[in-house]
C-alpha cells in the first residue's frame, strides 16, 4: 500500500482555540453590526479571515530572532536578508519596507505620474489604490478564462498577450512606467501564472522597452504550480523555477506577510542601480533608512529563513494539498466553488450558493455571515461590499463574482479543522432554500467601505 500524504512538520507550540455556542456568536455578530471585521479574534474559533500575517513561524525562524542585530546602519541582519534575496530572486539591489503596500508606495512614487497607464493581471487592492491615488489607470489585462469559476484552466493568473499588446501601442512609452505582473494572482482567487507567460511579457516589454515588475506576495505558491502543471518544471527544484521567473523581472514588490511566512515585512527588488538609488530617497523619507527600511533586524532574519523554508517543495506541497484537500471536501458536498482551486484560499460561489437572496442585499456577506453562525468560522466576503459604490453615480457596483474567500493561514491549522469549515457549509447548503433574505447598510465610510460598513439583518 502507498503511504498517505502527511505534513511535513511536527507541532512544538500550541495555541488554545475555543468553540462558542449559537446564542453567544448571535449576540457577538449583533453587536459587531455584522460585519466580520468588527468581532474580536478570541469570539473566532477558525479564523480564514486572511493569510496574510497569520502563518506560523518555524523553530529556525524563532531562533533567527534571538540573532537579530538592531543596529541603524549596516545591521548583519540587513545583510542577511540581502544576501538571501540575491540568492533566490537574482536581485542585487533591494529596499526593506513594513509591508507590501508601503513597497508599492515607494516605487510608486518613484515612477508613477498623473496620466500614467499601469498594464497587468487584476491588480491587487492596494496596488490599484496607490495607481489611482496618483491619478493613474491600472489596466487589467487578464485572460478571459479567469472569469468563468467553473472553467478548468491551469494558468487563470495569465496575461492576454493580444489585450497587453493593444495598450502598449495605443499610449507612449512615456506614460507607461511599468507593466505589473502578480504571481499568484490575488484577485482572480490565487491563480498562477505560467512560466511561458512570464517569458512572454517580458518579451513583449522589451519590445516596448517598458520594465516588469512583479508583485510577488505568493511567488513560491506560482512556482510550485509551475513544478506540477507546465510540462519540462516537473524535475526542476522550486529555487530553479523562481529564479527563472526572476529572469523576467525587472523589479518586485513583496508583502513577505505571504510567503516570507513572517506576520509583518516587506521589501522592494531592483536590477537596475540607479533605479534603486531613486528609490532610496523616499524609502528613506516613508519607511526608514535603507538597511532596516521598516522592519526590525530580528525581523530582517526571520524573513531571510523565511524565504529559504518558503522555497522548498516539502513546505509548499503541504501548504498547497490542504488548500486543495478543503475545496475537495466541498466539491464533494457539490458545494460551488471557483476551480481550480487556487494556492493560498478556496472561494465560495455564493451567488450559485443562494440564489434566493437578491443582488441588492449583499449575497456574499450573507453567505460569511451564515457560516460564522453555523461554526464560528470567519471568512470574508469578496463582492459587492468589497467592490464599493461607483466613484461617479454613487450606486452600488456589482462585480462578475460574488464569493467568499476561505482564506487559509500557513502551517496553523490541521485538516480536522478544515473537516469543520466543510461540514459547516454543508449544512448551510442542507438548508439553503430557506435563506432568501440578506442585509442593508445602516452606515458606510465613503471609501474602503467593507473594513467599518455597519448592516442591518433583512426579514
Ligand atoms: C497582500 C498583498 C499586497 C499588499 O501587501 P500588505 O503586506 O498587505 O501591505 C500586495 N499585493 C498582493 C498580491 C498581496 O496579496
Known sequence: MELPFAESFKIKMVEPIFRSTLNER???LKEARYNLFNLKAEQVYIDLL????????????????????ESYAGATSYYKLKATIEEIFGFPYFLPTHQGRAAENVLMSTLVKQGDIIPGNSHFDTTKGHIEFRKATAFDCTIQ????????????????????EQVLRSYPRERIPMIIVTVTC???????????????????????????????????ENAYFIKLREPGYAEKSIREIVAEMYSYADMATMSAKKDGIVNMGGFIGFKDEELFRRATTYNIMFEGFITYGGMSGRDMN????GLKEST?????ETRIKQVEYLGQKLLDFCIPIQQPVGGHAVFVDALKFLPNVPREEYVAQTLALELYLEAGVRGVEIGTLLADRDPVTRQDRYPALETVRLAIPRRVYTNNHMDVVAVALKNIWDRRDEIRRGYRIAWEAPIMRHFTVQLEKLS
Not at 479567469?146 to 484552466?153: E, K
Not at 526571520?302 to 529563513?305: F, I, M, S
Open 26 to 28: 448571535e449576540l457577538w
Open 50 to 69: 486572511t493569510d496574510s500575517g497569520t502563518g506560523a513561524m518555524s523553530d529556525r525562524q524563532w531562533a533567527e530572532l534571538m540573532l537579530g542585530d
Open 145 to 164: 478564462e479567469a472569469f468563468d469559476t467553473s472553467l478548468l484552466h491551469p494558468f487563470k493568473g495569465n496575461i492576454d498577450l493580444e489585450k497587453l
Open 186 to 220: 490575488n484577485t482572480s482567487g490565487g491563480q498562477p501564472v505560467s512560466m511561458q507567460n512570464l517569458r512572454e511579457v517580458k518579451a513583449m516589454a522589451d519590445k516596448y522597452g517598458i520594465p516588469v515588475c512583479f508583485d510577488s506576495a505568493r511567488f513560491a
Open 302 to 305: 526571520a524573513l531571510a529563513a
Open 312 to 316: 522548498t517543495f516539502e513546505y509548499l
